[in-house]
């Protein structure tokens, strides 16, 4: 059994081989190695679980590729609006950050909220009111401008237009939905679990919108009891099935062990409600789980003794 680990998604969706060039996949490949090596080698030189999920979400948090920080989407406002949580599993404390939109790197203003303030979740201007007092890196709207994520959110508004949707089906990703969240799970030498994860929402959407990554327990969760989860996918069913905190207290109240209860959770639950998405989750002896009920999802781990792995489609990891 490891020691210690680390376990990262970059979003699920409908992520195809044949739509995918052999350039942008070992992009992607080399961004998710990139960042487990960076949480790795926090593990390895002692580096608590909290530490090393911040590091690798911060590095895909930086790369254009994923939704999350730099890459993050456009909502319908044609505005940025990111979100982001961490949460420790040793004392259960949590901070989280919805709607903000010059923070460069949500996840570390939800650090500072979960160790600096009396609150677990702060959003939009005093969250960013927040930031700056802390001396938190700050970047202007155009730093999140990225080509790729604006045609997006044009081909998405010229769609909705042709179908003349209702209320209902606007900022709806639909069957094609692409999630690009980025998330972390790991375990540390002294045992403790963490998670993060960290989102630019979903194309389209309304402004104001906030999903399930910032949502303790839907998107977040972490206890030293059971298991540390992160989950990426149509936020709105993440919210309504608790996704997290399904596979936690699946563990903790039913004996389930992390593989069921993850199965349980994306398979079970969120697919009878119609949920599109996945997760990744790892427990205190270094057992892991990665399910998802879309083609893909970028996603790797790298455990103690062994080497990074990552994987996109439904593949083994390589
Ligand atoms: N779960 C995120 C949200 O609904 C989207 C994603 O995973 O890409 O905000």
Redesign the pocket.
Known sequence: MPDFGIVIHG???AILRQKMTSELEAAFRQALTDSLTAGYEILKSTGTSVDAVQKAVNIMEDCPLF?AGKGAVFTNAGRNEM?AAIMDGLTLKAGAVAGVHHIKNPVSLARLVMEKTAHVLLAGDGAEEFARTQGLEMAPKEYFFTERRWQQLQEAMAKEKELKGDELSQGNPGKEGK???VGAVALDRSGNLAAATS?G??SNSRYGRI???PIIGA?TYADNDACAVS??????F?MRAVTAYDVSVLMKYRGLDLAQAAETAIHGRLTELGGD?GLIAIDRKGNIALPFNTPGMYRGHYLSGGQPRTAIYREKMI
């Open positions: 979003g699920a969706g939704n979100d999630f690009g969240t989102t929402g979903m999903g399930d990554s998107g989950t990426t996918g149509h936020g709105e993440f998405g």
